[in-house]
């Protein structure tokens, strides 16, 4: 099966996303992190006003599989979280870049330098195909 990465959103290699509109993120979880979890039962994530860091662990998600931890792409204040998840977090395998699949909205510290250590759609693609 061919997993989608749209190409306006931006990447961290442990497989978080974001999509940036003005001054607020929407951060979630790759297709590719989803499908390699296998049937997720857990996700912990911050609160609203929680402070979250560049590439610091923000919660965790747990499958049949695995735990794993969750890493915030940005810097910013947590301005809401996806409580569905947390009574529903299967709906992160079945819509991981729509509107029931997003983990956090961040209000950026810093619109402009918030793309800075973030891959483009196209490299991390590239990342997935060659392994690294």
């Known amino acids: 099966m061919e997993l989608e990465h749209p190409d306006d959103l931006y990447y961290l290699d442990s497989h978080e996303y974001v999509r940036f509109d003005g001054e607020t993120a929407t951060v979630g979880l790759s297709a590719f992190a989803v499908d390699e979890l296998g049937d997720i039962v857990f996700v912990e994530l911050p609160e609203e006003g929680d402070k979250v860091e560049f ?6 998600v747990e499958s049949v599989k695995a735990a794993s931890d ?23 395998n079945q819509d991981p870049y729509g509107e029931e699949g997003w983990l956090i909205k961040v209000r950026l ?6 793309k800075e250590g ?6 991390y693609r590239a990342t997935l195909e060659t392994g690294d």
């Open 55 to 60: 590439e610091q662990s923000m919660g965790a």
């Open 118 to 123: 973030l891959m483009a759609a196209g490299d």
């Open 70 to 92: 969750l890493y915030s792409p940005v810097t910013g204040t947590v301005i809401e979280k996806n409580t569905v998840l947390e009574q529903q977090p299967e709906l992160l």
């Open 109 to 114: 510290d810093d619109v402009e330098d918030a």
